[in-house]
């Protein structure tokens, strides 16, 4: 099925409809349609990136089309016209055009045109002068040649692996060692190029490689999730190359010939202990390279890079992209998911539903259905057992005893006597997190309401007067017994109202009555 929301999101980021065409696998006709159609409905990417690609697909085309039939152009001659000096491939479109106006058929946009007779120059084999603008293409590869360093301990060999980015335009590179090829060095060498650029291009042209592209086949590109994020966070657009096709990505190709040399035999002789002195080593050659004025042409990479090339980047985000890591938890019946120690509330709707977790160094962000439901700044440190929960998270009756502290306990606690004062104060000190003492005090809270505030005062100063340090059973003991001193029949003093609370869970605990 056509991807109609990459193809929205890519045309937002001002990407050429052709490149569309190749990243999301489908004819550049189908992508103006599409564009075409959500002008018409006046539905922009702001709109879309709300709708999953069915709903965009209802909302754009309502029935079904039936294709309009093109007369097939003789592509054998127009490449042998193609040949001759002072012939166009816009003129040759234009006698095309005309032979389908004679012959009462429908010929093809100049669009579809171009696209079809850049394909049968690639079935072929022929070759095409690719053209470069600044600013628009960043090619990646890993080098075939590795650098080695020595494991300190040990003595052995280990194995440097050399990512290279090229800016096509004028050359500029970045080269970095790192000591595997897996997704983490993969994404953080990417960051690194976009740094040391000032910039981000346009469009992003990888290898087939695992860690980028998890599937490309003629129909379809699967890019890999990591990589997609990333994609999506510095504003640009995932192109790969075509299998087995270097020319794709000649730039990068060419490059790592000329790295393998200039960078990394010349320092072949070279002992490196770590990671960081070899990269050292690396950059140093690095600045040579770019700085080497060019054969055939005058300036450099660098000169090149910084005249006429720099200013068309993208800016960079606000923050570098992090590498975030997938899971999937089950949201507990305290509304809380348990993640490497650490616990984080969701709305407590979601108990027992199974959540998407992303975790990134600073973020916990949690999903359902697609839709973030919570985001936590990432608990950090070894004690196990930490929460991070949000007020809003927890039904009403857990947020109102959330809003009692220690002082309104004292100033409740004072209006029904010194000698309950007391016992808060003792509740509230005794523990070293004051908050530890909070269901003491509440549970005490509720014996006024069982017993009267009065008789609550009497026990009070009679538990004082048995220890120092009474414990809330021992109060509960006193007014069950009647040891308080004071009858059920004798009047009681009235204290303010409090709202009736209770933590036994019933059958309403999982559902919201009320908005909140």
């Known amino acids: 099925m056509t991807n109609y929301r990459e193809i929205l999101r890519l045309n937002n980021l001002g990407i050429l ?48 089309q039936v294709s309009p039939v093109y007369k097939i152009p003789d592509w054998e001659y127009i490449h042998r016209e193609m040949a001759k000096s002072g012939v166009t491939l816009s ?47 960043m090619e990646v590869d890993w080098a075939g040649q590795a650098a080695v360093i020595r494991n300190t301990e040990t003595g052995e060999p280990l194995k440097a692996y050399i990512f290279v980015a090229v800016l096509p335009y004028s050359g500029y590179t970045y080269v970095e060692a790192f000591l595997s090829q897996d997704q983490s060095a993969w ?17 992003l042209v990888p290898d087939n490689l695992k860690t980028g592209i998890t599937k490309h086949t003629r129909h379809e590109i699967v890019v890999n999730k990591a990589y997609q994020e990333l994609a999506e966070h510095y504003r640009t657009a995932v192109i790969p190359a075509r299998v087995r096709s270097p020319r794709d990505k000649a730039t990068v190709e060419g490059n790592i010939s000329v790295i393998s040399t200039w960078i990394i035999a010349s320092v072949r002789n070279q002992q490196f202990l770590s990671l960081r002195e070899l990269n050292t080593a690396i950059h140093s ?33 606000e923050h570098p992209y ?12 305290n509304y809380h998911i348990t993640l490497e ?21 600073r973020i916990v962000e949690v999903f359902f259905s697609g839709n973030r439901i919570a985001s936590h700044p990432r608990l950090s440190g070894s004690k196990a057992g930490q929460y991070s929960t949000y007020e809003e998270h927890m039904p009403k009756n857990h947020r109102e005893y959330v ?12 209006k029904i006597g010194e000698h309950t004062k007391t016992v808060v104060q003792l509740f509230l000190s005794r523990n070293q997190v004051e908050q530890q ?18 008789r609550l005062e009497q026990a009070c100063k009679r538990a004082l007067s048995f220890t120092e340090r009474p414990s809330l059973k021992s109060i509960q003991i006193i007014l069950k017994s009647g040891q308080d001193g004071l009858s059920q029949s004798e009047p009681v003093t009235s204290l303010p109202e409090t709202p009736s609370r209770t933590f036994t869970r019933g059958k309403e605990y999982y559902r919201r009555k009320e908005e909140d």
């Not at 003129?91 to 007779?117: D, H, M, N």
């Not at 984080?344 to 975790?359: A, C, D, L, M």
């Open 322 to 333: 992090e590498l975030s890591v997938w899971k999937i938890a089950t949201v507990q019946f």
């Open 285 to 317: 050659k690095l600045v040579e390279f770019n700085d080497r004025p060019f054969q055939k042409k005058e300036g450099s990479r660098k000169s090149v890079f910084q005249k006429e090339e720099r200013e068309f980047l993208l800016p960079l985000p």
């Open 187 to 203: 994404i953080q060498a990417h960051v690194n190029a976009y740094g040391y650029f000032g910039g981000a291009t346009r469009i």
């Open 17 to 64: 409809k052709k490149d569309i065409a190749r990243a999301c696998r489908c004819s550049r006709n189908t992508v103006a349609n599409v564009i075409k159609k959500a002008e018409e409905h006046g539905l922009g990417w702001e709109a879309a990136i709300r709708l999953n690609n069915n709903e965009l697909a209802e909302r754009l085309f309502s029935g079904n």
């Open 91 to 137: 003129l040759l479109w234009a006698e095309y055009c005309e032979g389908c106006r004679q012959s009462e058929e429908i010929p093809y946009k100049t669009t579809q045109f171009y696209k079809y007779y850049s394909d049968y120059i690639q079935k072929t084999k022929a070759t095409m002068r690719i053209s470069h603008k600044p600013g628009e293409v």
């Open 403 to 414: 809003s009692w502290n220690g002082e309104r306990f004292l100033n409740w606690a004072e």
């Open 341 to 361: 120690g650490g616990n984080y509330s969701v709305p407590f709707e979601y108990i027992k539903q199974k959540v998407n977790v992303r975790i990134t160094k």
């Open 437 to 454: 003492g909070y269901k003491a005090c509440m549970a005490l809270l509720k014996l006024s309401d069982t017993y009267s505030a009065l």
